[in-house]
């Protein structure tokens, strides 16, 4: 099967922004409602966003209403989330994943290597 791969972490200073991407071989997720998840040091893995397979609709924890946006295009069989006034609590790993349709619950086990995001005070 596909394997995610997370890139466009980076470290930036507090309400700086990033965009990060999140691709995969194939089209084994095409049409796949996917999202956002974040780690912060020591922590369990954290919904951040999420839509449905044609990126109709988005859905947002509280902390990232306003401030984060979830995207895709399934022909290029990617998905981005922009990361903007970035906070330092913000800072972690990122990774996507295919998610239960209409909230930001995972689905299995398809995890990839992650992308950092470090935010600075």
């Known amino acids: 099967q596909g394997q995610l791969v997370e890139s466009g972490g980076d470290s930036v200073q507090a309400g700086g922004s990033l965009r990060l991407t999140c691709t995969y071989p194939?089209?084994?997720?095409?049409?796949?409602?996917m999202g956002w998840f974040h780690q912060a040091p020591g922590k369990e893995r954290e919904g951040v966003a999420s839509?449905?397979?044609?990126?109709?609709?988005?859905y947002y924890r509280d902390s990232a209403k306003g401030r984060f946006n979830i995207s895709r295009d399934n022909d290029k069989n990617a998905v981005w989330l922009q990361l903007s006034r970035l906070k330092p609590e913000d800072s972690g790993m990122y990774y996507c994943?295919?998610?239960?349709?209409?909230?930001?619950?995972?689905?299995?086990?398809?995890w990839g290597q992650g992308t950092r995001v470090t935010v600075s005070s």
């Open positions: 994943a295919p998610t239960r349709c209409g909230s930001i619950t995972a689905l299995g086990n398809y």
């Open positions: 194939g089209h084994t997720f095409r049409f796949s409602c």
């Open positions: 839509l449905t397979g044609h990126g109709d609709l988005t």
